[in-house]
């Protein structure tokens, strides 16, 4: 039973070797000139302002919320797309139920103000 | 699915329903139509109570063996949906007196509710985590509910990080009993458990006491009942009362799914366990009671007490030809435990008027001032004691003699000890209503539902009481249902 596993074995030690070999040849072999610019934090490009520990605005905490339940909705919708046509009227009614409720969810976070940022 | 399966479901499909039809109409309903919410809030559970007395029994398996709909599990939504009916009463027009009123009070006590019920009827490990998360989740949110008040933020995030920690015990649990036996199927489990106990009782024991613990915290169980007292007295009182009733019968429901008759023959340590904890709960429940002079914390150790007794029918209900015994003496105690604690509650709310915090000297000279609100609590009261011709009496009745039956005499007597302790601080409140002169003119707030919701159980707590046979005939009929 072990030796089904043998491949499993030799993809995980090939993946974590050659990211370990790149990682080491790139610091043996590349330059190395550190200045101020190069090692601040990386903000896409614009000078780093304030901490990285800073407080958030609870919004984004719904908006996350928000994110996750539909993220979730997709999760669900292609594995039910690829066998769509074997589970016939039954899994069609079901997906609308589920569809349905998470969109009596939707209408309601979005009649409460929760897309409106002011 | 067959349609017949979605036939028998049809009491939580109501109540789920119900759920999603008041959040809608919440966002739709003009303010000063909103109070009809409540009522909408009852028609739906009665619509659901009137499905579930009419569902066919039968005990297979429903849903790819999710779900198993027999007699227990029927009483057991009796009971939940009872106490969400009262609970609705309870509720209407205090949220609307504390500035609280939104439709998602009532969509959040129906889906507790639905948790509540799938937990009672589920014969899989994954539905009773959902049917938990389902339960837990509206009731962190409820205790938080007045969000301007800091003790009921402080209630809500107390009961939230406690409860989800919990959570992920019970999970974990799970996990170790699917890698000890292979399955998630209860009825599987039991009967692999035995072979499983000789090849990896590590994992056993672990998992089966990490499930044990987990819903032993929400039916607030000696020592897991810290969060009880705080939240207790930091929600508002309505939500108080649900909490109080739902959890812990949802709890109960599941340990008697998967604790019950049958762990005997697998490992009697377990039951020893059970036994431990039992005794536990009774003493320092109502050891801590005797200090309490707020009357949510007093009702908050009481139904820490009161789960004791609970777990008491759970040990008896091991001794084979009694587990239908001890069984219906835990269903017909969690019914009366239902009434009198929301009964009881009510009161409280009833003689919170608009303040907060009721103290045991606010009823002084109670009666003289509300002689029927003052005697329904005196009928709460002695219920909750244990003493005749109250229904609280014939469930203690019915549980001590399973438990004296099953040979179980130091636990019996255990139970008699801390139930005459506790009969010192539930007669207090009588002594206060009826002995001390009046001294406290706290206004009551008076509301027809509420009125409503005391005297229904109030009479039942009494007509139970002296006819309980009026239960009991349904009972027989529940405790020979297949347990897995």
Known sequence: MLSEYLSILIYMILASGITLVVIFANKLLGPSRPSARKSAAYESGIKPTGTARERFHIRYHVIAMIFLVFDLEIAFIYPWAVIYKTLGWAGFIEMMIFLGILIIGFLYAWKRGAFTWE | ?484
């Open chain 2, 1 to 484: 699915m067959t349609l017949n399966d979605l036939f028998v479901l049809s009491p939580e499909i109501i109540v789920t329903v119900s759920a999603l039809i008041i959040l809608i109409l919440d966002l739709f309903l003009a303010a000063e139509f909103k109070r009809s919410l409540a009522g909408f809030t009852l028609f739906g559970i009665v619509l659901a109570a009137v499905a579930n007395a009419f569902i066919p029994i039968g005990s297979a398996p429903l849903i790819q063996g999710m779900l198993r709909v027999d007699a227990i599990s029927q009483f057991l939504n009796l009971i939940f949906l009872v106490g969400a009916g009262v609970a609705a009463l309870l509720s209407a027009d205090y949220v609307k007196r504390q500035g609280i009123a939104r439709g998602e009070y009532y969509a959040l006590i129906l889906l507790s509710t639905l948790g509540a019920m799938l937990m009672g009827s589920s014969a899989n490990l994954i539905m009773i985590f959902l049917g938990l998360e389902t339960l837990s989740i509206p009731l962190y949110i409820l205790s938080a509910f007045m969000r301007t008040r800091s003790a009921s933020q402080e209630a809500g995030l107390k009961y939230f990080l406690l409860g989800s920690f919990a959570s992920a015990l019970l999970l974990y649990g799970i996990a170790l009993l699917y890698g000890a036996t292979g399955s998630i199927q209860i009825d599987e489990i039991l009967a692999k458990l035995p072979a499983a106990m000789l090849a990896t009782p590590l994992f056993v024991y672990a998992g089966g006491g990490l499930l044990l613990v987990g819903l032993a915290f929400k039916a607030a169980v000696v020592p897991f009942h810290m969060w009880a007292p705080d939240v207790y007295e930091g929600a508002p009182t309505s939500a108080t009362a649900f909490m109080a009733v739902a959890a812990k019968a949802g709890a109960f429901a599941a340990l008697l799914r998967l604790f019950g008759p049958g762990l005997m023959q697998i490992d009697s340590a377990g039951v020893v366990i059970i036994g431990i904890l039992a005794g536990l709960t009774m003493i320092f429940g109502n050891i801590a009671a005797l200090a309490q002079l707020n009357l949510k914390r007093l009702l908050a150790y009481s139904s820490i007490a009161h789960a004791g007794y609970l777990l008491l029918a759970i040990t008896a209900a091991q001794s084979t030809p009694l587990a239908g015994t001890a069984i219906n003496g835990l269903l017909f105690y969690l019914l009366i435990y239902t009434l009198m604690t929301l009964g009881a509650f009510g009161v409280v709310i009833l003689a919170e008027g608009r303040g907060e915090n009721l103290s045991l000297s606010d009823f002084s000279g109670f009666a003289s001032r509300h002689p029927w609100i003052a005697g329904a609590m005196a009928i709460f009261m002695v219920s909750l004691a244990g003493i005749p011709p109250t229904a609280g009496f014939i469930g203690k009745f019915l549980i001590f003699s399973a438990v004296i039956q099953a040979g179980e005499i130091g636990l019996a007597l255990i139970g008699v000890f801390a139930s005459v302790i506790s009969v010192y601080y539930y007669l207090r409140v009588v002594y206060y209503m009826y002995m001390r002169p009046s001294t406290s003119e706290r206004p009551v707030f008076v509301s027809g539902f509420i009125v409503l919701g005391v005297g229904l159980t109030a009479i039942a707590v009494l007509v139970f009481g002296i006819y309980p046979s009026v239960i009991l005939q349904w009972l027989p009929q529940a405790a020979s249902a297949t347990l897995p």
